[in-house]
């Protein structure tokens, strides 16, 4: 059964950049610098790259998964088309679960660096609570309002983070990326395995396919952003690389807060607190698209309704960022988030693409057997 949705309800295609930008860029372009060196030192800006073109072939399949499913437009009802109500509504579960546990890897890594950097002693309910009515507010606006933020997190987010990270050029070491290719193929793969939690968030895509008008013209503008972060990732990882020795960077917990942190300016004076509080929308964002797709993945797959879910939600990860406040566990809780992405991401998305092909061909060799029957 399609569902349908009043245009109302959609956004232009081109509009699409903005949810895809707040989903993807998150807390981890403060950090992804220090993971992405273990394993291809300083050769590691060839690992954006190479997990940039995977990601626009994985993007490429997701287009073509959901531009040929007839009956429904995105993952949640696919599911249940290929697999039937039972085990369809299982991977329904765990793809809104999944996008649940980002939305709380999201909110609980921020809040961990407000607690290491501005309020030490904090008490991180209050906080938590003020995190879960404003993504409530926004959530409950529909996904044009979850667009309108992410217009919001683009305009303000951008304009002030590139020319604080570009205050580094006088302090910059070029001889620092030399020499060139001394790692190999398998040290490259591996950093580009940890590159891929940088891009987790573009697969929300799968569920508000449907919310775009003519969505197959945003293609384009997809691909777009996965270009756009990809330069922005070789940018501050570069401008890293040339600022940090090759032995200094692994002990730099944030690296790209290290950098600014150096700077002092009249009026702010600590520039990394403008940094972290600017991005704060940023997040609000990222968290705001992940549990609307979750949402409605809930209300497409279940028919329960989508501000019912989103509190239940919100009261787990606030619920969970009170109980989790050791630094070893929030580590572990991110890099199984990424290991589950990865697997997201290269294993079910392509497996979802091969049932689509097989029933494309089982579907018109019936319509071809249909058609001889009638002949005859």
């Known amino acids: 059964m399609r569902n349908e949705i009043s245009e109302k309800y959609m956004v232009s295609p081109y509009l699409i950049i903005f949810p895809l930008y707040s989903s993807i860029v998150g807390v981890g372009i403060i950090t992804y610098q220090r993971k992405l060196i273990v394993h291809a030192g300083y050769n590691a800006w060839i690992s954006v790259i190479i997990t940039s073109i995977s990601i626009h072939i994985i993007l490429w399949i997701i287009y073509n998964i959901l ?92 304009p002030s983070v590139i020319p604080q990270v570009l205050l580094t050029l006088p302090f910059l070491q ?98 990394e607190y403008f940094f972290i509080s600017l991005w704060f929308i940023n997040i609000i964002a990222g968290i705001s698209v992940y549990l609307w797709v979750a949402c409605r993945g809930m209300k497409t797959a279940f028919r329960i309704g989508q501000p019912l879910s989103l509190i239940v939600f919100l009261i787990a990860a606030v619920t969970l960022n009170y109980f989790i406040t050791d630094r070893s566990t929030i580590d572990w809780i991110s890099e199984l988030y990424g290991t589950v992405g990865l697997y997201f991401i290269y294993a079910y998305i392509p497996f979802m693409f091969v049932c689509v092909l097989i029933r494309k061909r089982f579907t018109r060799n019936n319509n071809s057997i249909d058609i001889e029957a009638r002949a005859d």
């Not at 039937?84 to 660096?113: C, E, P, Q, R, T």
């Not at 775009?212 to 293609?219: F, L």
């Not at 200094?248 to 600014?260: C, H, R, S």
């Open 67 to 158: 531009s040929s499913n007839r009956d429904g437009q995105e993952i949640i009802t696919l599911n249940n088309t290929i697999f039937g109500k039972f085990w369809g509504n299982f991977l329904n579960s765990a793809v809104v679960l999944y996008f649940v546990y980002g939305a709380f890897v999201k909110l609980k890594v921020y809040i961990d660096m407000v607690q290491v950097w501005l309020f030490p002693g904090i008490n991180i309910l209050p906080i938590s609570i003020i995190f879960a009515v404003t993504i409530y507010y926004v959530v409950c606006g529909g996904f044009r309002s979850v667009t309108g933020i992410g217009v919001w997190t683009m305009l303000i987010s951008l």
């Open 174 to 271: 070029p001889l620092n990326l030399l020499p060139l290719l001394n790692h190999t193929a398998t040290d490259i793969l591996l950093s580009s395995k940890s590159m891929v939690f940088e891009y987790l968030g573009f697969e929300t895509l799968l569920i508000f396919y449907p919310f775009i008008k003519t969505p197959a013209k945003s293609q384009k503008w997809a691909h777009s952003v996965v270009i756009f972060v990809t330069f922005l990732y070789l940018m501050i990882l570069i401008l890293t690389l040339m600022f940090f020795s090759e032995g200094q960077l692994p002990y730099a917990i944030w690296p790209t807060l290290d950098m600014i942190s150096i700077f002092e300016v009249p009026l702010l004076q600590r520039l």
